[in-house]
């Protein structure tokens, strides 16, 4: 289903909450990142898009609804690819403009077919490794 994001906010049955989308930052273009975790693993399996309708479906169905950027349509995660993500929770951060969606996840979370997006390209380590201080990181 080919359509454009819902920027505008909640519109008519179905819509979501409006208290949530009231308290929701989203970017520009009405988007809201939304990181991908294992539930019970706290794997982060991937990052995704979602405007009001695709949040609201997801919270509704069970199952992790995306706006793709470059299809300009929402898709279903494992619809075509068989690798579902089953949602066990949803949070906003603290400053309402990510959404943490804990989800089981059923086989590979990236569309190259790997568990996550996040296992192939390790940048390296912060120099002083694990217990430095980092806070000059913040500057």
């Known amino acids: 289903m080919t359509s454009t994001p819902s920027s505008s906010g909640p ?8 208290q949530v989308a009231a308290r929701l930052r989203r970017s520009a273009d009405g988007l809201v ?9 706290g794997e982060v399996l991937m990052l ?21 950027r470059s299809r300009r349509e929402y898709w279903v995660k494992g619809d075509t690819s068989g690798h579902f993500q089953y949602v066990k929770s949803v949070a906003l951060d603290c400053d309402a403009d990510t959404v943490l969606v804990k989800v089981d996840q059923v086989g590979a979370a990236c569309h190259t077919g790997a568990r996550t997006c996040f296992d192939a390209d390790v940048l390296g380590a912060v120099e ?6 980092v806070s000059s990181l913040d500057q």
């Open 128 to 133: 002083g490794g694990a217990g430095s201080d």
């Open 33 to 41: 990142p939304a990181i991908a975790q294992q539930y019970d693993t």
């Open 48 to 68: 995704g898009w979602m405007d009001d309708e695709a949040l609201h479906r997801t919270l509704t169905t069970g199952r992790c609804t995306y706006w793709s």
């Open 11 to 18: 519109s008519g049955p179905g819509s979501l909450d409006p």
